[in-house]
Nanobody
Framework: QVQLVESGGGLVQPGGSLRLSCAAS????????IGWFRQAPGKEREGVSC????????YYADSVKGRFTISRDNAKNTVYLQMISLKPEDTAVYYC??????????????????WGQGTQVTVSS
């Protein structure tokens, strides 16, 4: 049984930083594509950053390039999203998700079968 548990969200001022964690169980990070997604009120869920299982190729949404970094610790079965220079428009519920199937494009939310419960990130002064 695949289980994903996110943590690390919270309230931060513009320009601040947060690190989200996603603890995975029921599979190994080497076996799946895994990624971070977010959904703001009234908006569709969007892919933020994903890692392809076969070669570690990463994807970043244009809006977060240079500010967010995805990484994984296979020994801990955990994937992280380091976020710096946060902006109010980054405010959303952030979800970790994974898939066993090939997903094209890599960070298309519809291709991910397993989802965590989400963690709220609020960027506000």
């Amino acid at each position: 049984q695949v289980q994903l548990v996110e943590s690390g969200g919270g309230l931060v001022q513009p320009g601040g930083s947060l690190r989200l964690s996603c603890a995975a169980s029921g599979f190994t990070l080497d076996s799946y594509a895994i990624g971070w997604f977010r959904q703001a009120p009234g908006k569709e869920r969007e892919g933020v950053s994903c890692i392809r299982r076969s070669d570690g190729t990463t994807y970043y949404a244009d809006s977060v390039k240079g500010r967010f970094t995805i990484s994984r610790d296979n020994a801990k079965n955990t994937v992280y999203l380091q976020m710096i220079s946060l902006k109010p428009e980054d405010t959303a519920v952030y979800y970790c998700a994974t898939t066993q199937a090939t997903v094209v494009p890599l960070c298309w939310p519809g291709g991910y079968a397993y989802w965590g419960q989400g963690t709220q990130v609020t960027v506000s002064s």
